[in-house]
């Protein structure tokens, strides 16, 4: 009974995007695990990739966490993992986590601590007023005349690493030792860039129609969609994907890190999964939970362990690399 009361008297803080990121998670996971365990859930919006100031203080000075369950980037949280910041996934209370695809497990010493709950793929957006043919078939409309000054792309050039190396001739495989054909590409690509910015705010960009072509996780395009002509394609050369990542900080008391726990188990169930993933438009690493029907394609993978169509760098490479490639990028881009 103890428990029970404890249970529902908890707060639980979560980090969380906003927009549609963050209400798929609130209506397929945060109320529904309320409502199983009567305890209350907290969002704490944050934006971008990088992991918040507060969180990153308190995790480098030992202090209590603000945040209780981490929902990040995959990136961050493996460099957490390495440094020592996460709490071990306890496996015996969490059976679930044995039930996934691999894609779920990243490499190496953060797998104990870190779990992947869906796979992302990047789209090329499109408004569909300067597109009256049809969608476009190919990346290297980037380099149309016609769209320069009107494309965006994420900061730092996330997510587009495996594509410019590919679009200038280089090879996945080849990445990071040799490089050289995506930083071209890159610096091809610079003078077509309206901005380098995360998608918040960009509809009203789209809406004015100072914005052509946006490469966008698919997420965002589908928030886009709801009242705005966008369009999305996965162009013939393939496209790249990305993997976010579930997580307690280290410092979080155990009260509270025993319902984070219970929290990430309950968004792994194949039922929540379903769900969730259906709302986001992402893949599922729970092979029980069906494939969003957006997904569904030739052009996209069959699940989340198919590589089909995807043109793939590691996330313990990303992690390795995103210092060097950010600095690269800046060089580029000013």
């Known amino acids: 009974m103890r428990a029970a009361s404890d249970a529902r008297d908890a707060v ?12 798929a998670l ?7 695990f309320e409502r199983a365990t009567g305890v209350r859930v907290q969002h ?5 990739l990088a992991l918040a100031p507060s969180l990153l203080d308190a995790l480098h000075t030992g202090r209590r966490p603000p945040i209780d369950v981490v929902w990040s980037n995959s990136v961050p949280a493996l460099n957490a993992a390495l440094a020592g910041h996460c709490v071990p996934l306890d496996r015996a209370r969490m059976p679930v986590l044995d039930a996934l695809r691999g894609r779920a497990r990243p490499d190496g010493a953060p797998a104990r601590s870190v779990v992947h709950p869906y796979v992302v793929y990047y789209v090329l957006g499109y408004h569909e007023d300067a597109f009256p043919e049809g969608e476009p078939r190919s ?5 149309d005349e016609r769209h320069r000054g009107r494309i965006a792309l994420y900061p730092h050039g996330n997510g587009l ?6 679009l200038q001739g280089g090879r996945v495989e080849d990445i990071p030792a040799d490089m050289e054909a995506c930083w071209s590409f890159l610096r091809r690509l610079r003078p077509q860039v309206a901005e380098l910015e995360y998608s918040i705010g960009m509809e009203e960009r789209l809406r004015a129609r100072h914005l052509d072509l946006c490469f966008r996780a698919l997420p965002n395009v589908l928030a886009f969609q709801s009242d705005l002509p966008v369009g999305w394609c996965v162009p013939a050369e393939g496209t ?18 025993d319902v984070a726990m219970r929290y990430i188990a309950f968004a792994l ?4 999964q379903q769900d969730w993933c259906r709302q986001l438009g992402v893949m599922p690493v729970h092979p029980a939970a069906g494939v969003p ?8 993978p069959a699940h989340a362990d198919d590589f089909h169509g995807i043109l793939h760098i590691p996330e313990s490479v990303k992690a390795a690399q995103q210092p060097e490639w950010e600095e690269r990028f800046a060089e580029i881009f000013g």
Do not use: C, K, N, Y
């Open 269 to 272: 169930r194949p039922d929540v």
């Open 161 to 166: 690493h495996a594509l410019a190396q590919t």
């Open 12 to 23: 639980l803080r979560v980090q969380t995007w906003g927009g549609r990121w963050g209400s």
């Open 26 to 32: 609130r209506g397929a996971v945060s109320r529904p």
């Open 240 to 257: 790249a994907d990305t993997t976010d990542a579930l997580w307690v900080p280290r410092g979080v008391p155990d009260t509270v890190r």
């Open 44 to 48: 704490e919006q944050h934006v971008g």
């Open 293 to 300: 029907e957006m997904l569904r394609r030739p052009d996209l």
């Open 139 to 143: 990346w290297h409309i980037l380099f």
